[in-house]
Nanobody, 115 residues
Framework: VQLQACGGGLVQAGGSLRLSCAASGRTFTMGWFRQAPGKGRDLIASISTSGREISYADSVKGRYTISRDSAKNTVYLQMDSLKPEDTAVYYC????????????WGQGTQVTVSS
């Protein structure tokens, strides 16, 4: 499985961005992570294969929306009401439903939110 993330950029606080993660090969649970400078990589959103099970980190709940288009084998992350603290490199990843390890990773895409 190969994952290709895109859609990052520079945006002002309060603005929006949509990240995309296109997959080649079969994917199961998909997730978005982010890593701010000097910090660890944190899971911020995940979506099951069916799209019926979705979860968010508290830091993005109510502002971010994860979705998937199975026909396009693509997962999206709509980010609204962006804050400077959302600045990070964002990664998409995939794992099997019962797995504890995220097996496949896309390259990161930089999101920078200016104040």
């Amino acid at each position: 499985v190969q994952l290709q993330a895109c859609g990052g950029g520079l945006v002002q606080a309060g603005g929006s961005l949509r990240l995309s993660c296109a997959a080649s090969g079969r994917t199961f649970t998909m997730g978005w992570f982010r890593q701010a400078p000097g910090k660890g990589r944190d899971l911020i959103a995940s979506i099951s294969t069916s799209g019926r099970e979705i979860s968010y980190a508290d830091s993005v709940k109510g502002r971010y929306t994860i979705s998937r288009d199975s026909a396009k084998n693509t997962v999206y992350l709509q980010m609204d009401s962006l804050k400077p603290e959302d600045t990070a490199v964002y990664y998409c990843a995939s794992k099997s439903y019962l797995a504890t390890t995220w097996a496949y990773w896309g390259q990161g895409t930089q999101v920078t939110v200016s104040s």
